[in-house]
T-cell receptor, first 113, second 114 residues
Framework: AQSVTQLDSHVSVSEGTPVLLRCNYS??????LFWYVQHPNKGLQLLLK??????LVKGINGFEAEFKKSETSFHLTKPSAHMSDAAEYFC???????????FGTGTSLTVIP | DTGVSQDPRHKITKRGQNVTFRCDPI?????LYWYRQTLGQGPEFLTY????????KSRLLSDRFSAERPKGSFSTLEIQRTEQGDSAMYLC????????????FGPGTRLTVT
């Protein structure tokens, strides 16, 4: 069975400070993992993906995530938050066939000026 | 730049009515997915097509739901005898065979059942 747990439903950071959004997964297979971002009234956009290559994955807009199999985690980080990063973020797991995708419940990121 | 489009963007219907949504994927994308997203939750997988073949269906897809992709291009999702619990955002996504993991999402159709 596949599932994703996003450990924080809301995260608030000051502009210019680091961002950490936490995600733990459960998968019966060697999973692929993703982070998507959803800005208000906009479609979901892929930030980055892990598909069994390098465990440290770089994405768009300065975001990174590290796949840690021993901890079953895939946390999303960014060194310095920008106001435009305020959005809803979803961690996603997929079995290696890519036939189904399981989304977490989301983390709402607020950036304080 | 023609991304994934969905029509209509909003639909209000009365309980018991049938509704149909349309999704037009990016033209060269072979895979097409339908999801449902309720308030405060992440998208839930409903079904996916590889060209015209429907290859996976979630248990969430009750008998009242049916999806088609007759020519391997656009897809429709029909809900029969709508219930208030069907109120949600219905999302469509597509991906190409060479990179099945990179899904491109449409803006969604928001359904309200009164």
């Amino acid at each position: 069975a596949q599932s994703v747990t996003q450990l924080d439903s809301h995260v608030s950071v000051s502009e210019g400070t680091p961002v950490l959004l936490r995600c733990n997964y459960s998968s019966s297979y060697s999973p692929s993992l993703f982070w998507y971002v959803q800005h208000p009234n906009k479609g979901l956009q892929l930030l980055l993906k892990y598909t069994s290559a390098a465990t440290l994955v770089k994405g768009i807009n300065g975001f990174e995530a590290e796949f840690k199999k021993s901890e079953t985690s895939f946390h999303l980080t960014k060194p310095s938050a920008h106001m435009s990063d305020a959005a809803e973020y979803f961690c996603v797991v997929s079995p290696n066939t890519g036939n189904q995708f399981y989304f977490g419940t989301g983390t709402s990121l607020t950036v304080i000026p | 730049d023609t991304g994934v489009s969905q029509d209509p963007r909003h639909k209000i219907t009365k309980r018991g009515q049938n509704v149909t949504f349309r999704c037009d994927p990016i033209s060269e994308h072979n895979r097409l997915y339908w999801y449902r997203q309720t308030l405060g939750q992440g998208p839930e997988f409903l079904t996916y097509f590889q060209n015209e073949a429907q290859l996976e269906k979630s248990r969430l897809l009750s008998d009242r739901f049916s999806a088609e992709r007759p020519k391997g291009s656009f897809s429709t999702l029909e809900i029969q005898r709508t219930e208030q619990g069907d109120s949600a955002m219905y999302l469509c996504a597509s991906s190409e065979t060479l990179d099945i993991y990179e899904q491109y999402f449409g803006p969604g159709t928001r359904l309200t059942v009164t």
